[in-house]
């Protein structure tokens, strides 16, 4: 949670993302006014982008939200990004691969001034499905 673009609160859960979701919007809306929704809309499976993305921008619809997508590769300062149990999705210039390689740490910045935000929300895959 950040206010004025400033980190005050955070939280973090061992569900996956899409279990979650639902269950954490609803507390945030009861104990604040939500104005603006960042999610990072890759890299991630198909179908927990897909499902955030559905749900996040249904939930920005109705609120009246503010809704942005930054990519996961910031969160991670370029690190790998834990994608199952044995692989990660790891960025090399342009090209991101699946690898067997150890995740980095995934944090949220301290200041929001400090990310790259994009208006264009939709989930970007960066990899083909298999």
Do not use: W
């Amino acid at each position: 949670m950040y206010e004025n673009g400033i980190l005050f609160e955070s939280f973090s859960t061992d569900e996956h993302a899409s279990e979650a979701i639902i269950s954490i919007l609803e507390r945030l809306n009861q104990e604040f006014n939500i104005q603006k929704i960042i999610y990072a809309n890759t890299p991630g499976s198909f179908m927990g982008l897909k499902i955030a993305y559905v749900i996040l921008q249904t939930f920005c619809t109705i609120k009246s939200c503010e809704f942005y997508a930054v990519n996961g590769f910031e969160l991670s300062k370029g690190t790998p990004i834990k994608a199952n149990k044995k692989l990660s999705f790891v960025k090399n210039g342009d090209k991101v691969s699946l690898l067997p390689v150890s995740a980095g740490i995934f944090e949220m910045p301290q200041n929001l001034n400090d990310l790259t935000l994009s208006s264009d929300t939709l989930p970007d895959y960066m990899i083909s499905a298999v």
